[in-house]
Each structure stands twice: as C-alpha cells, then as structure tokens.
C-alpha cells in the first residue's frame, strides 16, 4: 500500500470519486456535492483556515487503485479549549480493510502530532459541527442534507484502532402529517404552554424575511453567543459573517416560513432555523452541479419534492430557557405548515447524549429517536485519561443542558 498526499488534480478527482465507487450499490447513499466537499479544503472558502490547517491523503494498493482516504485537520481556537490540544480526522473512506484503514488512522495521528496535537476527534468536520460531524452507527437509512452516512464496518475499525465513545449524537424524526394528509399536532401539553406564552405581554414571534435579513442575522448572532457562551469549552463566537454564508448558500431552498425568531419586549430571545431535506433532491447527482442538474433541481423544488425538513440549529437565551418558548416557536412552525402540504417529516438533528433537557424537549414534541452517531476520540498517550464529553462538563461545573441543539 501507497499513501500520498493530495495535491494534484487527479488526486482530488480520486479523493472525490472513492465513495461512488464505494457506495454504488448502496441505496440510501446520497453523494455530498463535490464544489460543497471542495471548498472545505480551500482556504478561500471556508474561514476555519484563519484558525489552523487541513491536510488530506489518498491509499493506494499493490495495484495502484485507490482503497482509502482520510483527511486531518486542526482549529488553535478549538483545539487550546480541550484538555489536551485536540485535532480532527474526517472525511474518511476506506475498503473493509483493518491495515488499510489503521495505515490512514496513523498518517493522520503523525501530522496531527506534528503540529502540537494531542488527541484527535473523528470523523468530524473542519468547520461548524452542523455538518459532516459523526459516525452513523444506528438507523442506516437515507440521511439529511448534512449528516453523515457510512458503511457500518467503521465503527469496528474506530474501535478496534483504539478509539472510544467521546459522545453520542441522536436524531429526532417526527410526521408532519398522518397518512390521511392531515397534520399531526404536537401532544396537548405542548400546544397548552405555547398558547400560554404566546399571549403573554412582550412576546412576539417572526419568522424570517429575505428583505429584513440583516436584522435577523443580527438577532441570530446575539442569541446564538449568548446562549452558548456559557455551555461549550470549545465555543466560537459567531459573527454575522457565518449566517450570511450559509443563507447564501442555502438561497435556492430557503423557506423563510420555516425559520422562526422569538422576541421579548423587542429583544431577540431564542430561534429556530429548518432547512427543507436538499439530499431529496440531489441523491441522482452524484456530486456534479452541471447544467442539466441545476434544471433538474429546479423542476423538484417547484413540484415540492423535498418533503422533509431539518431543523438544523437552534438557541434560546440563558434568562428564557425552560420557560416554553421552544414550545411557542414550534407551536408558530406548525399553523404555517399547515398551508404546505408537501412537507410530512420533521427531523430533529443533532442533539447530543449530554443535553438531557434538549432530549426531553424533542420526546416531549413526539420526536422519535432514529439516528444515533457517534464522536469519537483518539488520545495519542495511551497511558492518559480518557475523559466523555459529558463528564468534562461536570467537572467544569457546565450547566446539565445546553440552549439548543446541533452547533
């Protein structure tokens, strides 16, 4: 076996092609858009390179074919939060093969610790971890735009190399609609206290409008920082920057009645942001955004072929937390979703096994859990402690749920 770095071309056009070979037969795959994958490495595109560096590699075997990839990454303002400074490993590919998957788990661990590492997390994203964060380990079937898919054999590879169960990642999925068409309500007790709070004085709820977005970017950044501030050892303040990225990106599939801010006394208090299911659309792409794709994207948007909606980041204030407001905001999602029939599922993705409290809230809105992955890591000293996630917490003295879910 052969490993190289990617720096030519071809070795990106082979980075790129591996997991549809990989994945041709498999039905629930959907190929991730290869310009999307791209400007992940491209520091001109994605701004964690201001913060740190990213590598990839490709394995060849005897043959010269490409049986493997893995890509290695690490982000100073994240990484000096942990413990031990922690880099990343992510995009990883690999045959059914122990030594060629163990062969990319020590080229990785080697640069990361090159670069003063200490640990490494994996797979995870060199980026925000509302994407590409995870490794599926239960519900195998088509997953949301942004979370991961893979073949079930690597959870026997990550474990048997050595690494252990930093925290587990749960998606919630609930209908929409019945078989009948009609909508499925949230359980009485929801809709009681969202009713409640929403007539109280001072509450007001908006959802997004194209036209006012600045104001919303700005509502965003100033709950998102708040509320999350006080959770995470790894934060990273957010700047307007960020939503106006991803809304620009997300423009094509935006449904501004899907996102939802929730005001008190004019002040923005929580929000909730869902995206409609773009892998509903782009599963027959295979990763190309050529002509004829655009023309094919434009004709399922129009006939409403993305039935399922994520919710994919949500935050409420610290002085408005378990006070129902999640509730109200779901309570206003659903009186819209009402008048769009084509939508009939709702996932709930991700919220992590050390947010009781934000488990409880998607159980309590009829969510099933159906998606479990895992984040794991990987302590380059053997003989070092290895710590969960949530047990960090508990000795940071962190409080025991966090504002949101996903980011």
């Not at 290869?34 to 060849?60: H, K, Q, Y």
């Not at 059914?96 to 990319?104: D, H, K, P, W």
């Amino acid at each position: 076996m052969q490993i190289a770095e990617v720096i030519t071309k071809n070795d990106r056009k082979e980075f790129l092609n591996l997991p549809k070979i990989l994945y041709r037969d498999d039905p629930n795959w959907v190929c991730m858009l290869d310009s999307e994958l791209e400007g992940i490495f491209d520091p001109s595109v994605n701004r964690t390179f201001s913060r740190g560096e990213a590598i990839r590699w490709i394995l060849r075997d005897e043959k010269g074919t490409v049986i493997g990839r893995i890509a290695a990454f690490y982000d100073n303002q994240r990484s000096s939060a942990y413990k031990q400074k922690t880099g990343g490993i992510g995009f990883f590919e690999v045959i059914n093969s122990r030594e060629a998957a163990f062969t990319l788990f020590d080229t990785a661990r080697e640069w990361l610790a090159s670069k003063g590492m200490e640990a490494m997390d994996g797979p995870v994203n060199f980026g925000e971890n509302d994407s590409n964060w995870g490794l599926l380990v239960d519900g195998f079937m088509q997953q949301g735009y942004g979370m991961p898919y893979n073949m079930k054999y690597y959870r026997e590879l990550f474990e048997a190399y050595g690494f252990e169960n930093y925290y587990e990642q749960y998606s919630y999925h609930r209908d929409v609609r019945g078989p009948d068409g009609k909508i499925v309500e949230f359980p009485p007790r929801i809709m009681k206290i969202a009713e409640w709070l929403s007539k109280r004085p001072g509450y007001e709820f908006r959802h997004f409008e194209m036209k006012d977005r600045q104001k919303f970017y700005n509502d965003f950044v100033e709950v998102y920082n708040s509320a999350w501030s006080v959770f995470k050892e790894d934060f990273t303040p957010v700047g307007t920057e960020v939503l106006e990225t991803t809304f620009r990106k997300a423009k094509p599939i935006i449904d501004q009645e899907l996102i939802w801010f929730a005001y008190h006394n004019g002040k923005p208090v929580a929000f909730f942001i869902l995206f409609p299911d773009l892998n509903q659309i782009i599963k027959p792409f295979r990763g190309k955004l050529n002509l004829l794709n655009i023309l094919r994207f434009v004709w399922a948007k129009a006939n409403h072929k993305m039935t399922r909606i994520r919710g994919l980041v949500g935050g409420v204030h610290p002085s408005y937390q378990n006070n129902g407001v999640e509730s109200a905001i779901f309570h206003n999602l659903y009186r819209k979703l009402k008048f769009k029939p084509w939508y009939k599922e709702l996932e709930l993705s991700w919220v992590g096994d050390f947010n009781p409290k934000m488990i409880a809230i998607y159980e309590a809105l009829g969510g099933k859990r159906a998606k479990t992955h895992i984040t794991f890591r990987y302590m380059f000293d053997r003989e070092k402690e290895f710590i969960r996630y949530k047990d960090e917490m508990a000795l940071h003295g962190k409080p025991e749920t966090s504002p949101g879910n996903a980011v």
